[in-house]
């Protein structure tokens, strides 16, 4: 048996939930917003496969590091970021190949 889904997603970024809740925000603007839900609205993605992008928020990974976000970026996952609060979000999107989308021409 063979099923296939098709997305819009361009990359997936699982982020983890676990340390997201441990932080209480420390993103976007205000820096009270969860990582994900920073990122997704700061380069106004939707949720769910229709979206240009996929950022996922999974359980504990494993590394569980002191006031930061372990991050897998889906196209380079043997190179893990942990995202400290206030980051930057566009370099973020950039070294999570999520800015290149953005630019490039339709
Ligand atoms: S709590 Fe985030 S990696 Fe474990």
């Not at 370099?91 to 999520?98: F, P, S, T």
Request: glycine share 10%; net charge positive; aromatic share 2%.
């Amino acid at each position: 048996m063979k099923g296939h889904v098709r997305s819009n997603w361009s990359n997936a970024v699982l982020i983890c939930r676990k340390c997201s809740k441990k932080l209480d925000g420390g993103f976007g603007p205000d820096g009270d917003e969860r990582l994900a839900k920073a990122l997704r609205r700061h380069l106004k993605l939707k949720k769910g496969r229709k979206a240009a992008a996929g950022i996922v928020e999974v359980n504990c990974l494993g590394i569980c590091p002191k006031g930061a976000v372990t991050v897998v970026d889906g196209a380079h996952s043997r190179d893990w970021l942990l995202v400290r609060p206030g980051a930057d979000p566009d370099d973020l999107a950039r070294e999570l190949h999520l800015a290149a989308e953005e630019e490039a021409p339709a």
